[in-house]
């Protein structure tokens, strides 16, 4: 097994090389930083010069690319460069938006798979039944929507609410800004209410999309083992029909639906990024969306390979995951 | 086997004296689909005596793995039953489905075709022994696990202990099938109900693993049920044999009696469709067509369509199974569902019946395998 | 061997009737996902619904000739004149949402297309010949998977966008349409007919036609492709339903298409902040696109279960 994950992460680590090569790529593409703030007004040819000069971009970019990849690896992930911008420090920007994001996705991702397996487990033992109508039906309906307008209108919604609570004097619960700031302070009361004033929209959001994929996950697979050989045989031994289906069809109807939630989880640790967006957490996400959005290309490039380092890891973990609930794989 | 009867039969089993073990009479099974209603099984009537062999042969699609399934309980949702099936006695058809549970693997056990998919993948063989072991019996898990390595030593699995411990996938195609049959027996069950058994295994395999069948079903004196398609599997195993066509009984008879004698065209031909040592060299002679879809059964015989003494009235009605030969001696009896069987005089070959459409082709095949060169 | 050999008059006569019988077996079971589909009420609704869209979007504009510019009266309720209404700056929105429909459905289409051609022949490319070439396809894929196809999609956006010479840069759907089909739509199709062209190519009939001789292209698209022709179609159609919600998140984020050539997508997003003032400027556009997917969702479902009846029915 240890064998099996070294050789995987060195396996990896070409991979991780031509990812980075390929970023750096698209951040060149995304065009000339200064691009904007040339536009702004006149520049002198000196000041443009030593303003390239400045952000490295006289330099070829082989080069930039090198030294950005010695301080990649060394730890030093530059700065933000464009002017008017600030200098914002881009690992510890990451990290803090990386903290942001893992407290969302967690909590909304475990909600949504536990819902959606039970969900989808259900809908798959009584097939075609009124239930499982109800739950399909909805299923299609999220895979429908587009998910920012899922969020917007939970935020909409939970304005409403605000007033509504505002009005008959209980304060406005709902905060559409992020996560709580005060962090753990105050009462047990005054934490739980701030927390679920803040967490409870977006993870609403997520949570509406995510549960409807894995509930059809769930459901296909039982689905896919209830009318496999072996759980014929375990009828056949006489077993009681909840035993069939626990012990027999779930336990192996589990193995894809665990493996695509370890390979969401690292998608999704590259932020919820609508979601964040919209409930507004400067988390993964939303620092994304800035970033391209003010072509700051070390941003781009450092926040595209740290998500690629998780995703890959996510997907080495996906297998390990898979191995352990699924005898016939062995690692090695 | 045949020339040793299992205990339980006496040596000439006179009708009406010993309780039949399973008594089916008018079973129908019907699915309703999206492509309308499937007749699988028609008014299908037999019995079993204890610790008999039936072998029940067929073509795929003829009603044989639904009868099983009808006397297990495990027939798809949308499946109609109709008529009776008394284990015992007891009638099944309509049971309580706690009843039909407590009966399924304990008295009446199952083995499936394929070995490779009937065994669960994650966990152990001798887990899932054990499963069924105390699926019907109020052990704690070391007594469970100690009588399933018993099971597998009894049908044959070397280092039984180990074996055990492994999972299927660590397991040949035939030791699959021995353990499938080591868990049919875990119970001491009265019938075990073969389907297809070793079809889905190398032919040097099939010979041990029915020989393991045979014998490990008369140390637990247990009746087995055996469906095949293939005449040769039940020629040495089976007292008894039943050919199926079209979702019903088309002809059924003691085994010897059924190979020298057949009485029905669909059982010539089966049998012109195993190969024989005195036919080496000569091609096998088909039955050309394809067995009816029992979404849209032939009118009149269902065999009509395929069969080359086919008549006008054939076509009109479809003949009653009748018994023919000596009624009062059950050993010899014989029933078939043919309006000219008399015509049959038994010793027909099946090469000759079957063999017009193949006039000037294979008139002789040396030259033709010689002009193949 | 038999095709080696001169065929007797009798021979030849049953190779042609029992081809024959091969290919009114072939229409038959055509026949057969026809009538399972028929027979599945939703993905009939799916279909109605998806023909009526591509009506309204294709020849809405001969039918309501209202101006997609601004000029007109302001904020309009819907009703009247206005059947959607009016926006702030008082473009019609019953033109605007046409409008908005045929862009989404042109990058959806043209999504499907492009990225299901390249992930089949991808795939069938990767699985029959194996080797280097899987290897590197496979790489490919793994590749572009380390990034979230949101931000691949919005970076390459972005380049395109500004490296054009002008905001008025037409047919920027086009841009984003096959920005969205190269760089995410075709990795699923692909990766699925790369697995089961793997275990095709072992089949006898695969093994016989390489046997005779047969070309490469022709065992890859007349023996093997065909086989997958149903996976094919369900994928293609649920590629529709996605690029569509894709190209809504590209606008959400600013990264999508721009104007004069507005998406839903990008009507919603101008739009969003006006739920509690002026709602039907948000209501319709998301009416519409969740119209689009559904109905595609649930004819892929019905092709989905007319090919492949078998999950319809469970033993007890």
Known sequence: MLQYVVRRVLIAIPLLIVASILTFALTTAMGDPLADWKLLKARTPAEVASEYHRIGWDRSPPQRYLDWAGGFVTGDWKTTIIPGNGTQDVRSEIGRALGVTLQLVIFAEVIALLLGMAVGALGAVRQYSPFDYAATGAAFFMFSMPLFCVAVILKFAGIQLNNWLENIGAGRWIVTSGPPRDGFSGGLGHILYSYSGAFVLPVLSLVAIQFALYSRFQRASLLDTLNADYVRTARAKGLTPARVVVRHALRTGLIPVITVFALDLGLLFGGAIITETVFGWRGMGALIVDAITKKEPWMVQSWMMITAIVIVAFTLLADIVYAYLDPRIRLG | MS???????????????????????????????????????????????????????????????????????????????????????????????????????????????????????????????????????????????????????????????????????????????????????????????????????????????????????????????????????????????????????????????????????????????????????????????????????????????????????????????????????????????????????????????FSHAEIGLHEDPAADLVEEQ | MVDVRNPTPDRAERDAASAGFADSQARAQWRTVARRFVRHKAAVAGMVLFSLLLLFAFAGPLLWTAS????????????????????????????????????????????????????????????????????????????????????????????????????????????????????????????????????????????????????????????????????????????????????????????????????LGLLINENKNELATLPWLFWFPFVFIVLISLSVNFMGDGLRDAFDPRQRKVRE
């Open chain 2, 3 to 353: 020339e040793q009867p299992a205990p339980g039969v006496s040596e000439k089993p006179v009708s009406g004296k010993v309780e039949p073990l399973l008594a089916v009479e008018d079973l129908s099974v019907e699915f309703g689909t999206d492509d309308g209603l499937v007749r699988a099984v028609r008014g299908v009537t037999f019995e079993l005596a204890p610790g008999e062999v039936l072998g029940i042969v067929g073509e795929s699609g003829c009603g044989k793995s639904v009868t099983a399934a009808a006397m297990m309980g495990l027939l798809p949702r949308n499946a109609r039953v109709h008529g009776s099936i008394r284990f015992q006695g007891q009638e099944l058809v309509g049971a309580a489905p706690e009843a039909l549970r407590a009966l399924r693997g304990s008295r009446i056990s199952m083995i499936f075709q394929d070995p490779m998919t009937s065994l669960n993948p994650v966990y152990t063989v001798g887990w899932q022994l054990a499963e069924a072991y105390q699926a019907h019996h109020r052990v704690p898990a070391k007594q469970a696990r100690a009588k399933a390595v018993e099971a597998l030593d009894q049908v044959g699995i070397p280092q039984p202990d180990r074996r055990a411990k492994q999972y299927p996938h660590e397991f040949s195609g035939g030791m699959r099938q021995r353990a499938m049959i080591a868990m049919a027996i875990i119970n001491e069950p009265e019938l075990i109900i073969a389907d297809e058994p070793t079809t889905a295994l190398d032919v040097t395999v099939q010979a041990q693993i029915l020989e393991t069948l045979v014998k490990i079903s008369t140390d637990v004196s247990a009746a087995i049920m055996l469906i095949t398609h293939d005449l040769g599997v039940v020629a040495g195993v089976a007292d008894r044999v039943q050919v199926m066509y079209g979702g019903t009984v088309v002809e059924a008879a003691g085994v010897e009696e059924l190979f020298a004698h057949p009485r029905m065209p669909y059982t010539v031909g089966l049998l012109g469709s195993v190969p024989h040592p005195e036919l080496i060299g000569r091609p096998l002679t088909p039955i050309h067509g394809a067995p009816p879809s029992p979404l849209h059964l032939p009118s009149g015989c269902t065999f009509g369509p395929r069969c080359p003494l086919v008549a006008e009235q054939c076509r009109e009605s479809e003949p009653e199974l009748v018994t023919i030969g000596a009624a009062e001696d059950p050993g010899a009896a014989h029933a078939t569902r043919c309006h000219r069987w008399s015509e049959l005089s038994g010793d027909q070959s099946a090469r000759r019946m």
């Open chain 3, 68 to 263: 997609l510019d601004a000029g007109g009266d302001a904020k309009i309720a819907p009703g009247g004149a206005h059947p959607f209404g009016t926006d702030r700056i008082g473009r019609d929105m019953l033109a605007q949402v046409i409008s908005g429909t045929r862009f989404s459905l042109q990058i959806a289409l043209v999504v499907a297309v492009v990225a299901t051609v390249a992930g089949v022949v991808l795939g069938a490319l990767a699985g029959y010949l194996r080797g280097l070439v899987d290897a590197a396809i496979s790489r490919l894929i793994d590749l572009l998977l380390c990034v979230p196809n949101l931000v691949i999609t919005a970076v390459l956006a972005r380049s395109t966008f500004t490296l054009a010479p002008s905001v008025q840069n037409q047919s920027n759907w086009l841009s984003v349409a096959l920005i969205i089909a190269l760089f995410t739509s075709w990795f699923p199709i692909a990766r699925t007919i790369r697995g089961m062209t793997l275990s095709l190519r072992e089949k006898e009939f695969v093994e016989a036609a390489r046997a005779l001789g047969a070309p490469t292209s022709r065992i890859v698209f007349r023996h093997i492709l065909p086989n997958t022709v149903d996976v094919i179609i369900v994928n293609a159609t649920v590629t529709v339903a996605q690029a569509v919600l894709l190209e809504s998140a590209l606008s959400f984020v600013n990264l999508g298409v721009h104007r004069p050539e507005a998406s």
